[in-house]
């Protein structure tokens, strides 16, 4: 009846039961609150079963905020037993626990907060700078985001019943075959990655075809924001990527379910298959997530230097160049597995010519900023964040890319510190910058810049104290992963440090979280007054209302430029009085919500081996897409009387708004 | 608090010189005690060079344009049409592209010279040894000289040591950082690792990839001695009461977490071909 769930799977140690208890208790206190205000109907209308990309944006922030709560949690966990466990000390983790909670925290930042972060980005931010109403498949897009949150549900359910995976957050075979991970563990990986991984693939889809088929008239490809220019590469990696990812999960679940021998020792598999295709989807994950990134800092930097971007062409070149070459380097991921020196050396020198695009793009920004008017806000002191760790990070890529090195340093917290400068000081400080970024430009309210400084400073300074010394702990012959280590190797003194610059990071994150509470709280004084452009805007997003009405633009913007409101900004003649017109939009639906739980009940059921509820589950899944194909596509039309109403609302809205600004 | 940014950017350049001063010796990567480690510190020592040439100029304009160019600049030119030039822009697609070039041919040529499967040139005959990651314990079994040791790995120094490798585990990865780079241990695959010690000493070895739950405790001790101490320990392993053939083998495969050195007396010569071959279907 319950395949092999049992009693058993309920019984943790001590810090799991704290944290089980506190998510159960956190869980209920909101179901509390949304009944107690009354807020099922407006949840389930506004929210759940929306399809507006805005607001799916803003609910792929929520979870990412959630999630990375849970994966600093983890990190806190690793870092106190490294302090903790040392010599005769077994610190308070199993060398059980511990793996899991290293191998959930890799599992957790990298496809729920990483992953997570960007395609909330992309939602909130690609149709307004497109200049366009909708995404190309607004259902589609839902789906992608609900497969994802059921995802996230279900890591989240891992932590409550049973174990998670214990072999690292690419779950390497042998280790992962059922020969040695014969629990549940690596099966709740392999679930959660894979209904995550199709979510991203669906978006992904929508996101390349929004950008390719729905942009306003006059925009050509050479005319995008570069934000979008980034967003295309990502997406395009996420179509060629992606499927390898779902391929191989799903040989690996036969491996572990149906007993075949793709990756096996015995029956003619070959694990160090799964090593190859794990990093052919792998690597172009790492430039999923940067390319994003450099489009953000490519918006920042020249709006905060009151200029255009310096090199556009020379941008797009670098983007497109790093998309197509980040196919042919994953080998640099394990040159320790003893190929010939001839295929080590390829794809050493491949991997360092990704250098040149990078490089290309530092001093690009470097030269937007030359007489320019560079103004010190919180996101462009993200920019000099990003700048100082990505640089030093990038510098000991390569020399992890040139292979004698990476004999020494592969797998030593050398490696981990040179990823966490990428993720970290790459993606993550850019995913704050484009939050505080865009963040008036959802809400109509700019958060707080006392306290994103203060949490800006946490953050470098804490960055730099818990990762700076990994590279040297890594020199020292420190791997990663440890639970526990001799006195005699000297690292204790390191790992102290360490464990401090991770409280200054965990300070600056609550921090952030308190200004982000406090901005919603204070709204009256950090109303943005100019209603829409608080940052004297270049790009097409700055052009509309804050926060933006459903249909985005009232009349579909026809641009000439690549910075078409600085054009608009800098032009002689005044703006036409527009023309209204009636607008379709997609019709909301219960359908991906739906889906994304029944993949939750799937997911669940097939971990435990609960076949009968994993086909019903299935069935159910089938039946849903049937329904919803059968149906029409249905809209909703909002006149062109309604749209003048909106927007003179709007009007009189920003003029009640910049009065604020005088008394 | 550009001034503080500097200060955080000198604070690491102190930081890693401190560090080294600090911790000298143990610092392995740095400090080698083997041809091939010294090889390869010389490499990372060199391409950081290569780095820092072109690193420290873009530290330098960041702050610099960062300052000149600020908004509340009184004298700052504002020039906000500058947005493309030719000619800088070749300089800096050039400037990567040589450094890559000078960085790429280093990397063709020290990867073939610093192949680990590559033998190692010296007057003196190497030592062959074959390595066997357990389940997590390391076996190391010298098949010349018919002796095997459990988490104890004692060489000659000044001789090459030629580490044929394989796993009955999953996946580790053998690595004394002191005499230089690693390689993973593999089931039912044989890699090679060359090593030399060119000075006397205990040596840290360890698995570098996660193997299950004894990974952490996976080290062990390489001991680099003089020739005559070396022949001293053969002469006196093959004196063990422990033996080592296929019956003992399997009760050390089991998985165990036991961190002693045993010695043993090699009765299986093809020990490690039987392990390499375990899931080899023999018609």
Not at chain 1, 196 to 209: D, R
Not at chain 1, 423 to 452: C, D, S
Not at chain 1, 597 to 623: D, E, M, P, R
Not at chain 2, 141 to 146: A, C, G, R, S, V
């Amino acid at each position: 009846m319950f395949g092999r769930l049992t009693t058993d799977a309920f019984k943790h140690e001590a810090s799991q039961n704290a944290a089980v208890f506190g998510m159960i208790v956190t869980g209920i206190a909101l179901i509390f609150l949304i009944t107690y205000f009354k807020r099922w109907k407006w949840l389930y209308h506004e929210w759940l079963t929306t399809v507006d990309p805005k607001r799916i944006g803003i609910m792929y922030i929520v979870v990412v905020l959630v999630m990375f709560l849970k994966g600093f949690a983890d990190a806190m966990m690793i870092r106190l037993q490294q302090v903790l466990s040392v010599g005769d000390s077994q610190g308070f983790l199993s060398a059980g626990h511990f793996q899991e909670v290293f191998s959930a925290h890799g599992t957790t930042m990298i496809f729920f907060v990483a992953m997570g972060a960007i395609f909330g980005l992309m939602n909130l931010i690609i149709p307004l700078q497109i200049g366009a109403r909708d995404v190309a498949f607004p259902f589609v897009n839902a789906l992608g985001f609900w497969l994802f949150a059921a995802a996230a549900a279900l890591n989240l359910v891992s932590l409550a019943i049973g174990s998670f995976a214990r072999a690292g957050w690419l779950a390497y075979p042998p280790l992962s075959s059922l020969q040695y991970s014969p629990n549940e563990g690596v099966d709740y990986w392999i679930w959660i990655v894979q209904i995550a991984g199709i979510g991203s693939t669906l978006s992904g889809i929508n996101f390349l075809v929004t950008i390719l088929k729905m942009r306003c008239p006059g925009m050509t490809l050479m005319k995008m924001p570069i934000f979008v220019w980034s967003c295309l590469c990502s997406t395009v990696l996420i179509i060629l990527a992606f499927p390898i990812l779902t391929a191989t999960l799903f040989m690996l679940a036969f491996d572990r379910s149906l007993s075949m021998h793709f990756f096996t020792t015995d029956g003619g598999g070959n694990y160090m298959m799964y090593v190859n295709l794990i990093w052919a989807w792998g690597h172009p994950e790492v430039y999923i997530l940067i390319l994003p990134m450099f489009g953000v800092f490519s918006e920042i930097v020249p709006t905060f230097s009151e200029k255009r971007l310096f090199g556009y062409a020379s941008m797009v070149f670098a983007l497109i160049f790093i998309t197509f070459i980040s196919f042919i380097v994953w080998l640099h991921h394990f040159f320790t597995m003893g190929a010939s020196p001839f295929v080590n050396a390829f794809f050493g020198i491949m991997t360092i010519i990704i250098a040149i695009p990078t490089g290309v793009k530092i001093f690009n920004w470097l030269f937007t900023k030359f007489r320019g008017r560079v103004h010190f806000t919180s996101p462009m002191l993200w920019f000099f964040a990003f700048l100082l760790n990505f640089t030093v990070a990038g510098m000991t890529g390569i020399l992890l890319s040139v292979p004698p090195i990476d004999f020494q340093v592969h797998n030593s917290l050398f490696l981990i510190a040179h990823f966490h400068g990428m993720v970290i000081g790459g993606v993550l400080f850019g995913f704050f910058a484009a939050f505080t970024y865009w963040f008036p430009k959802f809400t109509g309210y700019v958060l707080n810049e006392k306290l994103n400084t203060a949490a800006f400073w946490c953050w470098l300074g804490g960055f730099l104290l818990a990762f700076m010394p990994l590279y040297m702990l890594g020199f020292m012959g420190a791997t990663r992963r440890l639970d526990h280590y001799e006195a005699d190797t000297g690292w204790h003194s390191l790992f102290i440090i360490v464990a401090i610059g991770a409280v200054i990071l965990f300070c600056g994150a609550l921090i952030q979280f308190f200004g982000l509470f406090w901005t919603i709280f204070d709204r009256k004084a950090h109303l943005d007054q100019t209603s829409g452009d608080p940052w004297n805007g270049r790009t097409l997003e700055w052009s509309t209302a804050s926060p933006p009405p459903v249909y985005n633009f009232a009349t579909i913007p026809v641009v000439a430029t690549r910075d078409p409101l600085w054009t608009l900004k800098h032009a002689e003649e005044d703006p036409q009085e527009p023309e209204y017109e009636d607008i379709y939009l997609p019709k909301n639906t219960a359908v991906p919500i739906c889906m994304g739980f029944l993949s939750l009940i799937f997911g669940f059921a097939t971990v435990w081996h609960i076949w009968w509820l994993g086909a019903l589950s299935f069935i159910a899944i089938l039946l849903c897409l049937i329904i919803r194909l059968s149906g029409k596509d249905e809209h909703i039309l909002i006149t062109a009387k309604e749209v003048e109403k909106i927007e003179t609302s709007l009007k009189n809205k920003r003029a009640l708004n910049a009065s604020y600004h005088l008394t | 608090m550009l001034i503080f940014s500097g200060l955080m950017l000198l604070i690491i350049l102190i930081m890693q010189p401190l560090n080294i001063w600090h911790h000298g010796e143990n610092i392995a990567v740095l400090f080698p005690k083997g041809l091939i480690g010294v090889e390869e510190r010389n490499l990372l020592l060199i391409v950081q060079a290569l780095m820092l040439v072109i690193i420290i100029p873009v530290y330098i304009l960041t702050f610099v344009f960062s300052w000149v160019y600020r908004a509340d600049n009184p004298k700052d030119k504002y020039d906000p049409d500058l947005v493309d030039n030719f000619f800088a822009e070749c300089v800096w697609w050039g400037l990567p592209i040589v450094m890559v070039a000078i960085v790429s041919v280093l990397t063709w040529v020290k990867t073939y010279e610093l192949d680990p499967f590559k033998p190692i040139e010296s007057k003196n005959k190497e030592i062959k040894i074959q390595v066997v990651a357990l389940q997590w314990r390391w076996l190391f079994i010298y098949p010349e000289e018919k002796v095997a040791s459990l988490n104890f790995l004692q060489i000659p120094k000044d001789t090459p040591i030629r580490l044929e490798i394989t796993a009955d585990a999953p996946m580790n990865s053998l690595w004394i950082p002191q005499l230089g780079g690693q390689i993973y241990a593999m089931p039912n695959m044989k890699t090679e690792l060359n090593l030399i010690a060119n000075e006397e000493g205990d040596f840290r070895g360890s698995s570098a990839n996660i193997s299950g739950e004894g990974f952490s405790g996976m080290t062990f001790i390489t001991k680099a001695t003089s020739k005559e101490e070396y022949d001293k320990w053969i002469a006196l392993a093959k004196q063990s009461s422990k033996t080592l053939e296929n019956k003992s083998y399997q009760a050390l495969a089991l998985p165990s977490m036991n961190r002693e050195t045993e010695i043993f007396q090699l009765e299986e010569p093809n020990l490690f071909n039987k392990i390499l071959n375990k899931y080899m279907q023999m018609e």
